[in-house]
Protein backbone atom coordinates (compact mmCIF):
# COMPACT_ATOMS: atom_id res chain seq x y z
CA UNK A 1 0.00 0.00 0.00
CA UNK A 2 1.47 3.54 -1.19
CA UNK A 3 1.21 6.64 0.91
CA UNK A 4 -1.81 7.77 -2.05
CA UNK A 5 -3.63 4.31 -1.17
CA UNK A 6 -3.18 4.68 2.24
CA UNK A 7 -4.88 8.18 2.32
CA UNK A 8 -7.97 6.82 0.12
CA UNK A 9 -8.06 4.17 2.76
CA UNK A 10 -8.81 6.67 5.61
CA UNK A 11 -10.28 10.01 4.23
CA UNK A 12 -13.62 8.54 3.52
CA UNK A 13 -14.28 8.27 7.60
CA UNK A 14 -13.76 11.26 9.11
CA UNK A 15 -16.97 12.04 6.17
CA UNK A 16 -19.32 9.54 7.41
CA UNK A 17 -18.84 9.24 10.81
CA UNK A 18 -20.17 12.99 12.02
CA UNK A 19 -23.01 11.84 9.95
CA UNK A 20 -23.47 8.66 11.93
CA UNK A 21 -22.73 10.31 15.05
CA UNK A 22 -25.14 13.38 14.27
CA UNK A 23 -27.87 10.66 13.77
CA UNK A 24 -27.07 9.21 17.22
CA UNK A 25 -27.03 12.11 19.15
CA UNK A 26 -30.68 13.42 17.16
CA UNK A 27 -32.08 10.29 18.18
CA UNK A 28 -30.80 10.27 21.74
CA UNK A 29 -31.83 13.44 21.91
CA UNK A 30 -35.27 12.44 21.06
CA UNK A 31 -35.54 9.76 23.21
CA UNK A 32 -33.41 11.21 26.03
CA UNK A 33 -30.79 8.48 26.05
CA UNK A 34 -27.65 9.09 27.33
CA UNK A 35 -25.90 5.86 25.71
CA UNK A 36 -26.80 7.00 22.62
CA UNK A 37 -25.67 10.68 23.12
CA UNK A 38 -22.07 9.39 24.88
CA UNK A 39 -21.96 7.03 22.19
CA UNK A 40 -22.29 9.70 19.31
CA UNK A 41 -19.54 12.20 21.49
CA UNK A 42 -17.11 8.88 20.68
CA UNK A 43 -18.28 8.88 16.31
CA UNK A 44 -16.89 12.48 16.87
CA UNK A 45 -13.91 11.72 18.11
CA UNK A 46 -12.61 8.68 16.61
CA UNK A 47 -13.70 10.82 13.44
CA UNK A 48 -11.34 13.63 14.83
CA UNK A 49 -8.46 11.24 15.16
CA UNK A 50 -9.40 9.94 11.88
CA UNK A 51 -9.41 13.47 10.43
CA UNK A 52 -5.97 13.35 12.00
CA UNK A 53 -4.35 10.29 10.24
CA UNK A 54 -5.98 11.17 6.88
CA UNK A 55 -4.91 15.16 7.02
CA UNK A 56 -1.01 14.16 7.79
CA UNK A 57 -1.34 11.28 5.29
CA UNK A 58 -2.19 14.06 2.21
CA UNK A 59 1.42 15.57 2.26
CA UNK A 60 2.72 12.20 1.15
CA UNK A 61 -0.30 10.87 -1.08
CA UNK A 62 0.21 13.97 -3.24
CA UNK A 63 4.10 14.03 -3.53
CA UNK A 64 2.83 10.83 -4.88
CA UNK A 65 0.20 11.44 -7.10
CA UNK A 66 1.49 15.16 -8.42
CA UNK A 67 3.70 14.20 -11.56
CA UNK A 68 1.08 11.76 -12.77
CA UNK A 69 -1.24 12.40 -16.26
CA UNK A 70 -4.04 14.69 -15.61
CA UNK A 71 -3.25 16.20 -12.02
CA UNK A 72 -3.35 19.89 -11.35
CA UNK A 73 -1.64 21.75 -8.46
CA UNK A 74 -4.81 23.70 -8.51
CA UNK A 75 -6.61 21.22 -7.87
CA UNK A 76 -4.37 20.02 -5.39
CA UNK A 77 -4.58 23.32 -3.27
CA UNK A 78 -8.18 23.86 -3.42
CA UNK A 79 -8.16 20.37 -1.96
CA UNK A 80 -5.40 20.89 1.02
CA UNK A 81 -7.47 24.56 1.70
CA UNK A 82 -10.63 22.70 2.62
CA UNK A 83 -8.95 20.25 4.00
CA UNK A 84 -7.21 22.05 6.42
CA UNK A 85 -10.35 24.10 7.75
CA UNK A 86 -12.42 20.74 8.10
CA UNK A 87 -9.16 19.65 10.39
CA UNK A 88 -9.73 22.19 12.57
CA UNK A 89 -13.48 21.96 12.58
CA UNK A 90 -12.95 18.58 13.13
CA UNK A 91 -10.73 19.21 15.81
CA UNK A 92 -12.46 20.80 17.72
CA UNK A 93 -15.49 18.86 17.73
CA UNK A 94 -13.33 16.09 18.55
CA UNK A 95 -12.24 17.95 22.22
CA UNK A 96 -16.12 19.52 22.32
CA UNK A 97 -17.12 16.00 22.12
CA UNK A 98 -14.65 15.06 25.20
CA UNK A 99 -16.51 17.84 27.46
CA UNK A 100 -19.91 16.33 25.81
CA UNK A 101 -18.93 12.49 27.51
CA UNK A 102 -17.91 14.31 30.91
CA UNK A 103 -21.00 16.07 31.36
CA UNK A 104 -23.18 13.14 30.51
CA UNK A 105 -21.31 11.08 32.96
CA UNK A 106 -21.32 13.98 35.40
CA UNK A 107 -25.23 14.33 34.69
CA UNK A 108 -24.92 18.43 34.39
CA UNK A 109 -27.69 20.48 33.78
CA UNK A 110 -26.22 22.03 30.83
CA UNK A 111 -25.68 19.01 29.12
CA UNK A 112 -28.85 19.94 26.63
CA UNK A 113 -26.77 22.98 25.69
CA UNK A 114 -23.83 20.87 24.80
CA UNK A 115 -25.80 18.95 22.71
CA UNK A 116 -27.25 21.84 20.81
CA UNK A 117 -23.89 23.26 20.09
CA UNK A 118 -22.19 20.01 19.34
CA UNK A 119 -25.54 19.65 16.62
CA UNK A 120 -24.17 23.33 15.14
CA UNK A 121 -20.15 22.41 15.11
CA UNK A 122 -21.47 19.11 13.40
CA UNK A 123 -23.10 20.79 10.63
CA UNK A 124 -20.68 23.25 10.25
CA UNK A 125 -18.05 19.91 9.87
CA UNK A 126 -20.36 18.31 7.16
CA UNK A 127 -20.34 21.13 4.79
CA UNK A 128 -16.21 21.02 5.26
CA UNK A 129 -16.34 17.49 4.53
CA UNK A 130 -18.43 17.85 1.45
CA UNK A 131 -15.68 20.64 0.24
CA UNK A 132 -12.81 18.29 0.82
CA UNK A 133 -14.51 15.54 -0.39
CA UNK A 134 -15.36 17.30 -3.37
CA UNK A 135 -11.74 18.67 -4.20
CA UNK A 136 -10.18 15.30 -2.97
CA UNK A 137 -12.45 13.21 -5.74
CA UNK A 138 -11.67 16.65 -8.61
CA UNK A 139 -7.64 15.89 -8.31
CA UNK A 140 -8.09 12.41 -10.18
CA UNK A 141 -11.73 12.96 -11.81
CA UNK A 142 -11.80 15.58 -14.60
CA UNK A 143 -15.66 14.74 -14.99
CA UNK A 144 -16.67 15.86 -11.80
CA UNK A 145 -14.66 19.38 -11.68
CA UNK A 146 -16.97 22.50 -12.21
CA UNK A 147 -17.58 23.24 -16.20
CA UNK A 148 -16.18 19.35 -16.40
CA UNK A 149 -19.30 18.23 -18.57
CA UNK A 150 -18.37 20.14 -21.59
CA UNK A 151 -15.06 19.14 -21.46
CA UNK A 152 -15.37 15.60 -21.10
CA UNK A 153 -18.17 15.59 -23.57
CA UNK A 154 -16.10 17.52 -25.94
CA UNK A 155 -12.81 15.06 -25.38
CA UNK A 156 -15.15 12.40 -25.37
CA UNK A 157 -16.15 13.30 -28.87
CA UNK A 158 -13.07 14.46 -30.33
CA UNK A 159 -11.96 10.85 -29.75
CA UNK A 160 -15.12 9.38 -31.93
CA UNK A 161 -16.38 8.44 -29.35
CA UNK A 162 -20.22 8.58 -28.57
CA UNK A 163 -20.72 9.88 -32.09
CA UNK A 164 -23.04 7.94 -34.60
CA UNK A 165 -22.43 7.61 -37.95
CA UNK A 166 -24.77 5.69 -40.35
CA UNK A 167 -23.21 3.65 -43.46
CA UNK A 168 -26.14 3.94 -45.59
Same mark, same amino acid.
Given at each position: @? ?7 A ?30 ? /??? /? !? ?8 ? %??? *? $??? #???? #?????V ?7 ? #? ?10 Y !? ?34 ? %??? #? ?7 ? @? ?5 ? *? ?7 ? %?????? *??H??? $?
Amino acid at each position: @MNEAHLHLAINHFPIILPIVGLILLLVGGVLKSSILQRTA /YMF /Y !ILAALLTAAA %YSS *G $DAA #EHFI #EDLPGVEEKYMELH #EEAAETFSWIMY !ILGGFSLVGIWVHLKQKSFGKWIGYLTIILTIMALF %YAK #ETGTTGGEI @MHAEIRT *GASATVNTM %YNDEGH *GEHHDE $D
